[in-house]
């Protein structure tokens, strides 16, 4: 059975980063890319970001250039995302999203992260 | 950057059938925008339904199927069920690059 689960709720203060991350199980992360999409407390789904099954290409909104990065390890079966320069509307639920071949299919748990002074 | 736009709400009586769209800003979608569909009910995450225009994931049920509808993408639920009250993403990839989300239609079944 595909699972990807993600890491725990995030504080934050304004400024910081947070790092969340994404464990794959019952599939390869060498075999299919990742995305990663937030949702703002009341709001629609937002896409971030997307990393290849070999890691060594990566996408992003340009709304987040400059702040986001998403790496892979593939010996943890492991996809992280990392977003500096923290604001109060980075306040969200953090999906990863396996995605490959324009078929985004499984879906995480979700991550909050919440960033507050 | 695009702006892929949807329905905010409709309603549907029990049984019957409903149409969503999803339109692009940079003009007609075509299947080499991959379009996506996906289902959220409240507290969870979302449930992909339709990936590249018209295909069925596994576990999507029947009533569901996706289409190119003047010049838009289409979700149609035929013989609507309560459970299928639930709010509903389009995702679409207009550069081959970064994907777009809509903005989500409500769906109320009434």
């Known amino acids: 059975q595909v699972q990807l689960v993600q890491s725990g709720p995030e504080v934050k203060k304004p400024g910081a980063s947070v790092k969340v991350s994404c464990k794959a199980s019952?599939?390869?992360?060498?075999?299919?890319?990742l995305s990663w999409v937030r949702q703002a407390p009341g709001q629609g789904l937002e896409w971030m970001a997307w990393?290849?099954?070999?890691?060594?290409?990566?996408l992003f909104t340009q709304k987040f250039q400059g702040r986001l990065s998403v790496t892979a390890d593939a010996s943890t079966s492991t996809v992280y995302l990392y977003l500096t320069s923290l604001k109060s509307d980075d306040t969200a639920v953090y999906y990863c999203?396996?995605?490959?071949?324009?078929?985004?299919?499984?879906w995480g748990q979700g991550t909050l992260v919440t960033v507050s002074s | 950057q695009t702006v892929v736009t949807q329905e905010p709400s409709l309603t549907v009586s029990p049984g019957g059938t409903v149409t969503l769209t999803c339109a692009s800003s940079?003009?007609?979608?075509?299947?080499?925008?991959?379009p996506n569909w996906f289902q959220q009910k409240p507290g969870q995450a979302p449930r992909a339904l339709i990936y590249?225009?018209?295909n069925k994931h596994s576990w999507t049920p029947a009533r569901f199927s996706g289409s190119l509808l003047g010049g838009k993408a289409a979700l149609t639920l035929s013989g609507v069920q309560p459970e299928d009250e639930a709010e509903y993403y389009c995702?679409?990839?207009?550069?081959?690059?970064?994907?777009?989300f809509g903005g989500g239609t409500k769906l109320t079944v009434l």
């Open positions: 999203v396996r995605d490959s071949n324009y078929c985004p299919d499984y």
């Open positions: 019952d599939y390869s992360l060498r075999d299919y890319g």
């Open positions: 990393i290849s099954n070999t890691g060594g290409t990566t």
């Open positions: 940079t003009g007609a979608v075509t299947s080499t925008y991959y």
């Open positions: 590249r225009t018209s």
């Open positions: 995702l679409l990839n207009p550069s081959g690059a970064a994907w777009v």
